[in-house]
């Protein structure tokens, strides 16, 4: 084993250790911390298993690092052995980080929260692993045609697949957290992960110093990422308003009072004016929240539901940032109102008690709808 390959794999394990203990820290810290916030609102706990599947997955690397670095320091890397064990991380990691990627909001919409399409994922994966086995075992001998390795393309197409998945995911979070620098870093952290993966594919790329020197880079930003992403999650639970601070009164048509101490809005007045569709499908939410039981207290957001879009539900919040004027710090988003519980089902995350519907409103409403 050449020093630049023990270089590299001692300082990949060690880099994925320390990564892994103190993502695993942050965890612990946010169940610890948040506990009887995150056990009031089941809708964050999505947050809280995504950073527990993001460690997993550096805890992986460091397996995987130990056996590679394993395998060279007792010669065994040209067995089916070291193969089978090869593969067998790859695909373990892989699995952990789409697992971490389904609980992330702004991952692509046929991924997030979607199990059926996970489970595919999750097959699909495992098939690329067993269909590069294969090619790995029947082309040992002559491994290369034409400056290729063949074994290596099944691999990269699914690398540049998953590379797609964690861009969108990765870039559309940050931007949304504000954080526009860490966004276009993270696209190029990806970038350079896939990046590193092409010498395994085409041979004319094959440098031991820059491949390693690469994926040092690329994994230590990749990383960092974790780290400003579960510090970002940190702030924004410390952040998000508890449901039962929170209240809500209809007045009269258009004109809501509500109160939200964490964001610094005390009987705050909300005059929708022309905006009554917003004011309706508001008012909608707090009803079902509040006279309906259990399982009933949402409504079905999609082309065939009582609200068409969640378009409609971004503006309910748009229009009450935009009439409040709230400084940046204490603008609402949409899930600091609104629970998403799955399918395409939300709810008001105000509890029944804390909200006040005018009678005389109420009964004109039920009148019209």
């Known amino acids: 084993m050449s020093d630049i390959t023990k270089f590299y794999s001692l300082a990949h394990i060690c880099i994925a250790s320390i990564g892994g203990i103190l993502l695993l820290a942050i965890w612990y810290n946010i169940r610890k911390r948040f506990k009887q916030f995150l056990e009031e609102d089941d809708s964050q706990k999505r947050i809280d298993k995504g950073l527990l599947y993001l460690s997993l997955a550096l805890f992986v690397w460091v397996f995987s690092g130990t056996w590679i670095y394993m395998a060279n320091l007792f010669s065994f890397t040209d067995t089916i052995i070291y193969d089978v064990g090869y593969s067998f991380f790859s695909v373990l990691n892989t699995l952990v980080l789409l697992l971490a990627l389904f609980y992330f909001d702004f991952a692509p919409g046929f991924l997030y929260k979607n199990k059926k399409n996970t489970i595919i994922l999750t097959v699909l994966v495992i098939v690329v692993s067993v269909i590069t086995f294969v090619l790995i075992q029947k082309y040992k001998d002559a491994p290369v045609a034409n400056g290729i390795r063949l074994s290596g393309i099944p691999d990269l197409l699914l690398s540049c697949f998953l590379t797609y998945l964690f861009i969108v995911s990765f870039y559309k979070t940050f931007m949304n957290r504000g954080l526009k620098l860490v966004a276009v870093i993270s696209v190029l952290a990806f970038l350079l992960m896939l990046g590193s993966q092409m010498p395994d594919v085409f041979v004319m790329m094959d440098n031991v110093l820059y491949g390693h020197l690469i994926k040092i880079i690329a994994k230590t930003t990749f990383i960092s990422i974790f780290l400003v ?113 799955g399918h395409g089902k939300y709810r008001l995350r105000v509890i029944p008690e804390n909200i006040d519907i005018d009678k005389t409103l109420l009964e004109e409403f039920n009148k019209t709808s």
């Open 229 to 341: 992403l579960a510090t970002s999650w940190v702030i924004q639970l410390a952040l998000t308003p508890k449901p039962s601070e929170m209240t809500i009164k209809f007045m009269d048509w258009s004109l809501v009072k509500i109160t939200i101490p964490s964001k610094e809005i005390y009987d705050k007045t909300i005059d929708f004016g022309s905006k009554t569709t917003q004011y309706k499908n508001l008012l909608k939410f707090a009803i079902k929240r509040k006279y309906e039981v259990g399982d009933g207290q949402y409504l079905l957001v999609s082309s065939g539901g009582e609200i068409k879009s969640q378009t409609y539900l971004s503006r309910i919040i748009e229009n009450i940032n935009s009439i409040l004027q709230l400084e940046s710090v204490s603008q609402l988003e949409r899930k600091d109102m609104f629970t998403f519980i």
